[in-house]
């Protein structure tokens, strides 16, 4: 049984910081790109970040974010990370985690709710 879990998300000031983890089990981590999306209220889902499988970890980030946030991977623990810093009020949102293989279908987590005071 495939599971994604999220962890992480809560309240936060703005300008503060939080540290989001995804969790993966039932799936070969390590082949898999794996990317944070969000989705705010009233709006669609939208990509964060990616990071690919390959040992360089190659990552990529949408242009709200970039410079901002850090997204990681540590293979031997099935885990992916998302490194929030210096966030905004419109950072608001239920941020997901997705798992992408080079094949076969993908998967969702559930999701962790970040909400950002101004």
């Known amino acids: 049984q495939v599971q994604l879990v999220e962890s992480g998300g809560g309240l936060v000031q703005a300008g503060g910081s939080l540290r989001l983890s995804c969790a993966a089990s039932?799936?070969?981590?390590?082949?898999?790109?794996m990317g944070w999306y969000r989705q705010a209220p009233g709006k669609q889902r939208e990509l964060v970040a990616t990071i690919t499988s390959t040992t360089s970890g190659i990552t990529n980030y949408a242009v709200s974010v970039k410079g901002r946030f850090t997204i990681s991977r540590d293979n031997a623990k099935n885990t992916v990370y998302l490194q929030m810093n210096s966030l905004k009020p419109e950072d608001t949102a239920v941020y997901y985690c997705k798992s992408s293989p080079p094949y076969g279908v993908g998967y969702w987590g559930k999701g962790t709710l970040v909400t950002v005071s101004s």
């Open positions: 039932g799936i070969i981590f390590s082949i898999n790109t």
